[in-house]
């Protein structure tokens, strides 16, 4: 199975900084057939299911803020939110889609400094 | 609008049974594969189990496979986990979820389940 690792656990950033979340999964997850990362994060605040905010490493699904943008190919990946908004505050995970093991990352839990 | 219903949690003993269901409306439920992803107090995702949009195909977590098997009735656009043998360890929220080639687009709001003498 893929592992999937995220980094840091958790983040502290003031408010209209930007913020930084890593992913590494421990093979690359990169399909050469189709070009394409099986990559998604998502964002689940306290009490809430997760939200899709990112799919195909870079892809933003609809209705997800602009500042939310996702890179990266094969085994390293990064969330970037480019100016922290109050409601970010939240856990965000990665997972991997390339095969049937679908795992998640551990999470990195993201906070006002 | 896209709408996943969980349904049927609750406070089981360590060794019995449950099953969860997802009553999905808003999306054509047939065309589409689901899966199970749990959610541990306190704790990170675990994907569960997925199930292809006509039911031939079914995959689980090594965790849950043996004792966890996943369901559709599309007649009645429901998505079932019967849970058999169950542990402390199988304490979690149970999420239902819609598959896009992989990832989820939508969630519901889950059913806690809770092992427990």
């Known amino acids: 199975d893929i592992v999937v690792t995220q980094s840091p656990d958790s983040l502290a950033v003031s408010l209209g900084e930007r913020a930084t979340i890593n992913c590494k999964s421990s093979?690359?997850?990169?399909?050469?057939?189709?070009?394409?990362?099986?990559l998604a994060w998502y964002q689940q605040k306290p009490g809430q299911p997760p939200k899709l905010l990112i799919y195909w490493a870079s892809s933003r699904e609809s209705g997800v803020p602009d500042r939310f943008s996702g890179s990266g190919s094969g085994t390293d990946f990064t969330l970037t939110i480019s100016s922290l908004q109050a409601e970010d505050v939240a856990v965000y995970y990665c997972q991997q889609y390339y095969d049937t093991s679908y795992t998640f990352g551990q999470g990195t839990k993201l906070e006002i400094k | 609008q896209v709408q996943l219903v969980e349904s049927g949690g609750g406070v089981v003993q360590p060794g019995r049974s449950l099953r969860l269901s997802c009553e999905a409306s808003g999306f054509t439920f047939s065309d589409f594969a689901m899966h199970w992803v749990r959610q541990a107090p306190g704790k990170g995702l675990e994907w569960v189990a997925i199930?292809?949009?006509?039911?031939?195909?079914?995959f689980y977590a090594d965790s849950v496979k043996g004792r966890f098997t996943i369901s559709r009735d599309d007649s009645k656009n429901t998505l079932y986990l019967q849970m058999n043998s169950l542990r402390a360890e199988d304490t979690a929220m149970y999420y239902c979820?819609?598959?896009?080639?992989?990832?989820?687009?939508?969630w519901g709001q889950g059913t806690l389940v809770t092992v427990s003498s």
């Open positions: 199930i292809s949009y006509d039911g031939s195909n079914k």
């Open positions: 979820a819609k598959d896009v080639t992989g990832y989820s687009d939508y």
């Open positions: 093979q690359s997850v990169f399909y050469s057939s189709n070009n394409k990362n099986y």
